[in-house]
Nanobody
Framework: QVQLVESGGGLVQAGGSLRLSCVAS??????MDWFRQAPGKEREFVAA????????YYADSVKGRFTISRDNAKNTVYLQMNSLKPEDTAVYYC???????????????WGQGTQVTVSS
């Protein structure tokens, strides 16, 4: 059974940092992504990383502040979030798949989400 389990969310003041983790079980994945969904908004792409880490892509809104990484020995992907802003408040989801994509529709495997709240 394939599972993705996120952790690391919480409440932080603007300018602070959080590190999200997503542990995959049941299989390995070529591509692992982070998406987020704020209240009343559609789920949006945040960051993606390939198996080797040689291909990484960020949404413009987080570029320079967030860093995605992965540890294949632990089947885990991370999202280091620095200089957090109130507009980063959302539920953050891990997604995993075989093909490189920035679209939610391309991913069949999702975690349950972890809440990130940034206070001003």
């Amino acid at each position: 059974q394939v599972q993705l389990v996120e952790s690391g969310g919480g409440l932080v003041q603007a300018g602070g940092s959080l590190r999200l983790s997503c542990v995959a079980s049941g299989r390995t994945f070529n591509v692992m992504d982070w998406f987020r969904q704020a209240p009343g908004k559609e789920r949006e792409f945040v960051a993606a990383i390939s198996w080797s880490g040689g291909r990484i892509y960020y949404a413009d809104s987080v570029k320079g502040r967030f860093t995605i990484s992965r540890d294949n020995a632990k089947n885990t992907v991370y999202l280091q979030m620095n200089s957090l802003k109130p507009e980063d408040t959302a539920v953050y989801y891990c997604a995993a798949g075989s093909r490189w994509s920035l679209e939610t529709s391309e991913y069949n495997y999702w975690g349950q989400g972890t809440q990130v709240t940034v206070s001003s």
